[in-house]
Nanobody, 114 residues
Framework: QVQLVESGGGLVQPGGSLRLSCAAS????????MGWYRQAPGKQRELVAE???????NYADSVKGRFTISRDNTKNTVYLQMNNLKPEDTAVYYC????????WGQGTQVTVSS
């Protein structure tokens, strides 16, 4: 019924770039706050970035200046552009949609290593 499908994860070298995409279906996309979370081994899940509309965004301090979140309401898709990647960015990244409840994607692995 509700589905969030992520793509774009993979293995990159430090300093490299990656673009994650999340296509949503089964929700009124434009009403939802969309976000990206991540969870590294042994650490708690944390908010990376979220967006309510094109001009309203919020980022974790650790990714400010390096990551950019955006959304296309005509395509029901949210993006995360990740630049200057660091080994500490290695984690499973999850797409999230929230209004009164939360919906989650399956997660996609991002590994930053030489």
């Amino acid at each position: 019924q509700v589905q969030l499908v992520e793509s774009g994860g993979g293995l990159v070298q430090p300093g490299g770039s990656l673009r994650l995409s999340c296509a949503a279906s089964g929700i009124n996309f434009s009403r939802y706050i969309m976000g990206w979370y991540r969870q590294a081994p042994g650490k708690q899940r944390e908010l990376v970035a979220e967006i309510t509309q094109p001009l309203l965004t919020n980022y974790a301090d650790s990714v400010k200046g390096r990551f950019t979140i955006s959304r296309d309401n005509t395509k029901n898709t949210v993006y995360l552009q990740m630049n200057n990647l660091k080994p500490e960015d290695t984690a499973v990244y999850y797409c999230n949609a929230r209004l009164f409840h939360h919906f989650w994607g399956q997660g996609t692995q991002v590994t930053v290593s030489s």
